[in-house]
């Protein structure tokens, strides 16, 4: 016997509006990992700020252009995003905002490896350059 269309189907939505929701001082919760990576860190920055850190084998224009689809469906305004990619490498960001909240995603590096550092604040702070060096 086969099982509902929405007996299946629920679980899966549960899940992703699951990992879209914020809880207390949680900035970072349910935005996702970039695209191919592993975490390298997380921390508290300046202006009340939350920063992940991952490493990536996306190339720095994929990792933007994800984070933008998935901003987009989320409830996020993208207000910039942009970069390049070279033989070298490349570098890209994106900011967007969700009420009040302001977020700054940095990606770059040699070719094959991307850093990512996706910064989130509770407003808009004075310095919204997102690195690990916040």
């Given at each position: 016997?086969?099982?509902?269309?929405?007996?299946?189907?629920?679980?899966?939505l549960?899940?992703?509006s699951?990992?879209?929701?914020?809880?207390?001082?949680?900035?970072?919760?349910?935005l996702?990992?970039?695209?191919n990576?592993?975490?390298l860190?997380?921390?508290?920055?300046?202006?009340?700020?939350?920063l992940?850190?991952?490493?990536?084998t996306?190339?720095?224009?994929a990792?933007?252009d994800?984070?933008a689809?998935?901003?987009?469906?989320?409830?996020?305004?993208?207000?910039?995003s942009?970069?390049?990619?070279?033989?070298?490498?490349?570098?890209?960001?994106?900011?967007?905002?969700?009420?009040p909240?302001y977020?700054?995603i940095n990606a770059?590096?040699?070719?094959?490896t991307?850093?990512v550092?996706?910064c989130?604040?509770?407003?808009?702070?004075?310095?919204?350059?997102?690195?690990?060096?916040?």
């Amino acid at each position: 016997m086969t099982k509902p269309f929405f007996a299946v189907l629920l679980p899966s939505l549960l899940a992703v509006s699951a990992a879209f929701a914020v809880t207390g001082d949680d900035l970072l919760g349910g935005l996702p990992a970039p695209p191919n990576s592993q975490m390298l860190a997380t921390k508290d920055i300046a202006s009340g700020g939350q920063l992940a850190h991952y490493m990536s084998t996306a190339n720095p224009l994929a990792v933007i252009d994800s984070y933008a689809q998935v901003l987009q469906t989320s409830g996020w305004t993208v207000t910039s995003s942009g970069g390049g990619d070279s033989a070298e490498g490349g570098n890209a960001g994106l900011q967007a905002t969700n009420g009040p909240r302001y977020l700054s995603i940095n990606a770059g590096g040699p070719v094959g490896t991307t850093y990512v550092s996706v910064c989130v604040w509770p407003s808009k702070p004075d310095r919204d350059h997102c690195n690990i060096d916040n």
